[in-house]
T-cell receptor
């Protein structure tokens, strides 16, 4: 898989349930970021987790990072209809590169 | 809360025409970026800019593309002779610091709402 690949590609759940999305990457990183994109709109930064961190919380979001497996997960608890969006992980490289490499994203649909 | 702004929100142009996409980064940020997203595809990095020069660019960013910070607030992307395949959403982003283990989270890139470019 390419740097920053998410799975599943699409996820549909009922409002109130938890949603888990996964991301895998290939190279060493300084940090990994999760973004949300509502249909046809801009990218909203959700959370950044550094390579020396294992877990981070922000409101209903919980992100984990396993650098040994080069993977991360984003958990949204108690989902709401407004959480319907595409979610992307993005990684930088630890060689001073400035660019973010995005995955294909997970399209999350919350059914009322 | 400060945010990145972009103009125009939509741009339709004829193939071969020049377009300039404009961005106003967050005021205390020092690093600026352009990305693009072709419909249905992933977001792709184009270029990063720091200290009035390009710090990194992708293979996509060929001689048809250029960036400029003409004054203290604007950051522009110019496509000299547009092609059909340039049709995409173009995102500007900015960060306070660059990537690196000592940036203490200030390397977070904040994105603008995008300019949807359609080349006919």
């Amino acid at each position: 898989s390419q740097q920053g690949e998410e799975d599943p590609q699409a996820l549909s759940i009922q409002e109130g349930e938890n949603a888990t999305m996964n991301c895998s990457y290939k190279t060493s990183i300084n940090n990994l970021q999760w973004y949300r994109q509502n249909s046809g709109r801009g990218l909203v930064h959700l959370i950044l987790i550094r390579s020396n961190e294992r877990e981070k919380h922000s409101g209903r979001l919980r992100v984990t990072l396993d650098t040994s497996k080069k993977s991360s997960s984003l958990l949204i608890t108690a989902s709401r209809a407004a959480d319907t969006a595409s979610y992307f992980c993005a990684t930088d490289a630890d060689q001073g590169a400035q660019k973010l490499v995005f995955g294909q994203g997970t399209r999350l649909t919350i059914n009322p | 809360e400060p945010e990145v702004t972009q103009t125009p929100s939509h741009q339709v142009t004829q193939m071969g025409q020049e377009v300039i996409l404009r961005c106003v980064p967050i005021s205390n940020h020092l690093y600026f970026y352009w990305y693009r997203q072709i419909l249905g595809q992933k977001v792709e990095f184009l270029v990063s800019f720091y200290n009035n020069e390009i710090s990194e660019k992708s293979e996509i960013f060929d001689d048809q593309f250029s960036v400029e910070r003409p004054d203290g607030s604007n950051f522009t992307l110019k496509i000299r002779s547009t092609k059909l395949e340039d049709s995409a959403m173009y995102f500007c982003a900015s960060s306070e610091r660059g990537a690196g283990s000592f940036s203490l989270g200030k390397e977070t890139q904040y994105f603008g709402p995008g300019t949807r470019l359609l080349v006919l």
